[in-house]
């Protein structure tokens, strides 16, 4: 187990990162408002990104992204399955 700034440089068979919600990333207590200053708003979200951009890079074989809540805007959402409806798609997240 190791933080994502712990990972740079490591490769594993199997990453599992926990916990990637809207409310742990980005760290919105820590960036610039977009109304404030543009260039820094983007500047501090690509900040946020690149641990996260480390941590899913680590796995050789199998990832595994976790959450609880609302997931985090840095993760895309899972296209709905071919059986599924877009309705059942998303109450099943």
Known sequence: M???H???????HCVAVLGITSSALPFAREATSASVDALQH???LLRDRCPLFVA???AREVLHVCS?????GF???PAPQAS??????AASR
């Not at 599924?84 to 798609?89: D, H, L, V, W």
């Open 6 to 12: 712990a990972m740079k440089g490591l490769e594993f």
């Open 75 to 77: 993760v895309p959402q």
């Open 84 to 89: 599924e409806s877009p309705s059942e798609a």
């Open 68 to 72: 609880t809540g609302a997931a985090s």
């Open 2 to 4: 190791a933080t994502m």
């Open 42 to 44: 983007a500047s501090d």
């Open 56 to 58: 899913h890079t680590r």
